[in-house]
């Protein structure tokens, strides 16, 4: 018995051997079906994935917000041109006019809680493609107004509903794009998604307008529904095969639950914003009233200022946080209007408008960050809707009040009323951190 011990072992080793050797080579599949291969799969899913660099985010971002860019040049193709055209071709007032170009903003302003319902039960997706059809639609009713120019009423009628138009797939695109990104590369990364959305729709806005200017001047008024229209059914073609972000499943708040949640957030955001309205709006009459020129390098200087200032200092928002960002932005731009009030020179006025544009530019994507914290993944969509209302609001707001006080006080004190409500926004904010802190 004890020689046969040795003489065995081997036998037996080498059957493991030959054992082992059949199970590496065995079929795939038959690996696959295993348990043991069933439990790595999960383990390895489990894992979490390599973190992305940071170029790789800002490029899944910018491949998104492309869509708001396209939306924002079909918004500024017609800004700077369709006053006169009512006014002028139409023979309507300069208030008519106005009212034309507001009846968008006002469709922007009541359709942000169906965007952001729609964003967040039907897909960001799907939400964007809605508001690209919406553009499509709108440049066919702008086409056919100037078709009727010869029906004034006719026309004015169809270029209204063509503008409403508009303003609902502005609301249903600007709040899709963001959401998708949040969803695409995750929430820690909402003060990129929004700063590039913000890109997007300026540096759209700031081309659209002159190249309409020119598309006018060269091929007349019909081109502008022409382009707006195909703009919008390209972008349609690119969206169709982009994969979407799932929706996300779980308890929806209504709205009005939603806009509670975000009301001390975007009151701050609103008292801030008001410099923004107020210097756009009021910055040419401001120039006229103190006997200076050059009020347009005034804002080129804001509008560089800011975009400059997404561009290199966006990623600071996730390092120090939206408080502190949003706090030190609103200095920023406080000493910027303090500036501008105070300007005895066209230099002090320049260096006072890069400030506010440097401090008003991160405003927005640092409060932006703290109030989507308020509101479930779920109901992302209508939070940030409701966050969208109070910047409409802002800029709704500055041209009635601004003047008002232009009328009252003089030009110069616009600047010194926006600092004020500005410092009142830095207060809020500073009562919101200490309330998150405690």
């Not at 017609?78 to 034309?100: D, K, R, T």
């Amino acid at each position: 018995m004890l020689a046969k011990g040795p003489s065995a072992s081997p036998a037996r080793s080498d059957g493991l051997i030959v054992s082992l050797l059949s199970f590496i080579s065995a079929p795939r599949h038959d690996i696959g079906n295993s348990p043991t291969a069933a439990r790595e799969r999960v383990l390895m899913s489990a894992q979490p994935l390599p973190p992305q660099s940071s170029l790789a985010i800002t490029l899944q971002i910018v491949s998104i917000v492309f869509y708001t860019f396209i939306a924002f040049l079909c918004i500024g193709l017609p800004i700077a041109v369709l006053p006169g055209y009512v006014h002028e071709q139409l023979g309507f007032s300069a208030i008519i006019a106005g009212l034309v170009i507001g009846s968008q903003y006002l469709a922007t302003l009541l359709s942000r809680p169906m965007a952001g319902r729609m964003s967040d039960t039907l897909g960001t997706k799907r939400a964007i493609i809605y508001g690209l059809w919406g553009i499509v639609l709108s440049g066919a009713l702008t086409l056919l107004s100037t078709l009727l120019q010869s029906f004034p009423l006719t026309s004015l009628l169809i270029l209204i509903a063509g503008r409403l138009l508009l303003g609902i797939a502005q609301g249903l695109i600007g709040v899709g794009t963001i959401s998708w990104c949040m969803g695409q590369v995750g929430v820690e990364h909402t003060a990129k998604s929004i700063g590039w959305n913000g890109i997007a729709s300026y540096g759209a806005i700031a081309i659209g307008a002159p190249l309409g200017v020119v598309m006018v001047a060269e091929y007349g008024f019909v081109s502008l529904g022409i382009a707006l229209s195909a703009l919008a059914a390209g972008a349609l073609w690119l969206i169709r095969n982009k994969p979407s972000v799932p929706v996300i499943r779980g308890e929806r708040l209504s709205f009005w639950a939603v806009f509670g949640k975000i009301a001390p957030y975007g009151t701050s955001l609103t008292l801030a914003s008001i410099g923004y309205g107020t210097l756009t709006t009021f910055i040419t009459l401001y120039y006229l009233n103190r006997g200076w020129t050059g009020a347009a390098y005034c804002l080129s200087v804001f509008g560089v200022c800011f975009i400059l200032s997404r561009l290199l200092f966006i990623s600071a928002i996730a390092r120090f946080g939206g408080f502190a960002s949003a706090i030190a932005c609103m200095t920023v731009e406080t000493i910027g209007l303090v500036m501008l009030w105070l300007a005895p020179s066209t230099a002090y006025a320049l260096i006072g408008a890069g400030l506010a544009g440097f401090g008003l530019s991160l405003v927005y994507p640092a409060l932006g960050v703290e109030a989507i914290k308020q509101v479930p993944s779920s109901s992302r969509g209508s939070g940030l809707g409701a966050y969208a209302v109070f910047f409409d609001l802002a800029l709704a707001i500055a041209g009635p009040l601004m003047g008002a006080v232009a009328l009252n006080l003089g030009y110069s004190w616009i600047f010194f009323s926006a600092a004020l409500l500005s410092v009142t926004g830095l207060g809020l904010t500073l009562l919101l951190k200490r309330r998150a802190m405690a």
